[in-house]
């Protein structure tokens, strides 16, 4: 496994932890997006992207954070030591949607990243300085959208707005994007 490229967002000066957000991509065939770049108390580390863990209210069975305090449906109070806690006695409130199995793998993508991390913060500092992390060149799995359909590469799919096309209207992305544009302008001039 190789990293093929990282992108960089650096982050506003005055976040105090917060340096970075970043996407790696491994073999020009996977990518990994939104992982953190962190200032900690023993230097930068990256932070793999995580969700927050949620648990069901007792009384109505609502999903909350664990952090909240009351539940989001019913609004009663929720005990607030119910998250698990983790050796060292913090709670868990977070957990890893992707991340490396073994300490190597953690050390490759974390050396990698910081390097990048560099780069892009000297390059931060030239006259015209451009980020590139928002941009999708990410090709076949990004969904495309022509005058309110949105094709996803290799698809077959229904208009993305109700009032784009008629029911039961499809487009397939074999279609060249100026027939999809076509198509899509023709339903929204006879609604509009």
């Known amino acids: 496994m190789v990293i093929t490229e990282v992108r960089i967002k650096l982050c506003e000066e005055n976040n105090e932890r917060l340096?970075?957000?970043?996407?790696?991509?491994?073999?020009?065939?996977?990518?990994?997006?939104d992982l953190k770049i962190i200032e900690g108390t023993k230097g930068i580390f990256?932070?793999?992207p995580s969700r927050k863990l949620t648990d069901r209210c007792p009384r109505c069975g609502g999903k909350n954070h664990l952090r909240a305090r009351f539940c989001n449906q019913c609004g009663t109070r929720q005990d607030e030591q119910r998250a698990m806690r983790a050796t060292e006695g913090r709670a868990k409130l977070h957990a890893d949607i992707a991340h490396p199995i073994h300490s190597g793998a953690r050390?490759?993508?974390?050396?990698?990243?910081?390097?990048a991390y560099s780069r892009e913060k000297e390059k931060s500092k030239l006259p015209g300085y451009v980020c590139t992390y928002d941009e999708f060149d990410y090709d076949d799995d990004v969904p495309v959208s022509y005058g309110g359909?949105?094709?996803?590469?290799g698809k077959t799919v229904k208009a993305h707005a109700p009032h784009a096309a008629p029911k039961g209207t499809h487009f397939h992305t074999s279609d060249a994007p100026a027939q999809v544009a076509k198509k899509a302008d023709g339903f929204a001039d006879g609604i509009a």
Do not use: G, P, W
């Open 107 to 115: 050390e490759m993508i974390q050396s990698s990243v910081v390097e």
């Open 19 to 33: 340096l970075a957000f970043c996407s790696v991509t491994f073999d020009n065939a996977f990518v990994v997006r």
């Open 46 to 48: 990256v932070a793999m």
């Open 149 to 153: 359909v949105v094709a996803e590469m």
